[in-house]
């Protein structure tokens, strides 16, 4: 079992820059790939930004150049920088963990508004 808990949501001004944060605990030498995801209203989950254990990280084309995605050494935290955040940044974000044999998990969501 992987647990992961997000913080960091909030409300930001368009431009500015928001730091959202992962906390993993559990298995975590299972885990091959964190990412971050995004809900906005009446839209499916979509992938923002992942990290592979390989090194390599990936973007969705609508974050790159603005968006970061982190890990520390031990894997236990993971951080999404956003930076010149729009309108259409305003979602719901989530954290995720891929492991090999033992599942994804999800965390429970953190609100991002943008105000315009």
């Known amino acids: 079992q992987v647990q992961v808990v997000e913080s960091g949501g909030g409300l930001v001004q368009a431009g500015g820059s928001l730091t959202l944060s992962c906390k993993v605990s559990?298995?975590?030498?299972?885990?091959?790939?964190m990412a971050w995801y995004r809900q906005r209203p009446g839209e499916q989950r979509a992938m923002v930004a992942q990290?592979?254990?390989?090194?390599?990280?990936d973007y969705a084309d609508a974050v790159k150049g603005r968006f970061t995605i982190a890990i520390d050494n031990t894997w236990t935290m993971v951080y999404l920088q956003m930076n010149n955040v729009k309108s259409e940044d305003t979602a719901v974000y989530y954290c995720?963990?891929?492991?090999?044999?033992?599942?994804?998990?999800w965390g429970q969501g953190t609100q991002v508004t943008v105000a315009s």
């Open positions: 995720h963990a891929a492991t090999d044999t033992i599942g994804w998990y």
């Open positions: 559990g298995s975590i030498n299972r885990v091959y790939t």
């Open positions: 990290i592979h254990r390989i090194g390599t990280s």
